[in-house]
């Protein structure tokens, strides 16, 4: 599986950005995919996950009710709209992919697909 993340940015803070997860090599119908975020000398935390097959959207704290994750199956791509925006949601933002058997879906470390990472911007 390659994920490409993109859809990053610089935006004022209240504003919103769409970032998109594009998956190719394989269909990952069966797969969850998370979105984190790495702020500069912060470890990578969680913000969103969901399962490509369907089910209940799992987030952040710090997140819920301002960001939103979504999916569409035919084009294998996964969305998280950021509204609402604050200058401590500035990070670079990564999803992955995995089957997450056996392990937790909002630790980093049980995902073994990455993305490259989108930076995102929030200005006060």
């Known amino acids: 599986v390659q994920l490409q993340a993109f859809g990053g940015g610089l935006v004022q803070a209240g504003g919103s950005v769409r970032l998109s997860c594009a998956a190719s090599?394989?269909?990952?119908?069966?797969?969850?995919v998370g979105w984190f975020r790495q702020a500069p000398g912060k470890e990578r935390e969680f913000v969103a996950a969901?399962?490509?097959?369907?089910?209940?959207?799992y987030y952040a704290d710090s997140v819920k009710g301002r960001f939103t994750i979504s999916r569409d199956n035919a084009k294998n791509t996964v969305y998280l709209q950021m509204n609402a925006l604050k200058p401590e949601d500035t990070a670079v933002y990564y999803c992955?992919?995995?089957?997450?058997?056996?392990?937790?879906?909002?630790?980093?470390?049980?995902?073994?697909?990455w993305g490259q990472g989108t930076q995102v911007t929030v200005s006060s």
């Open positions: 992955a992919a995995d089957q997450i058997v056996g392990r937790t879906m909002n630790v980093a470390g049980s995902y073994v697909y």
């Open positions: 090599g394989r269909t990952f119908s069966n797969y969850f």
């Open positions: 969901i399962r490509m097959s369907g089910g209940p959207t």
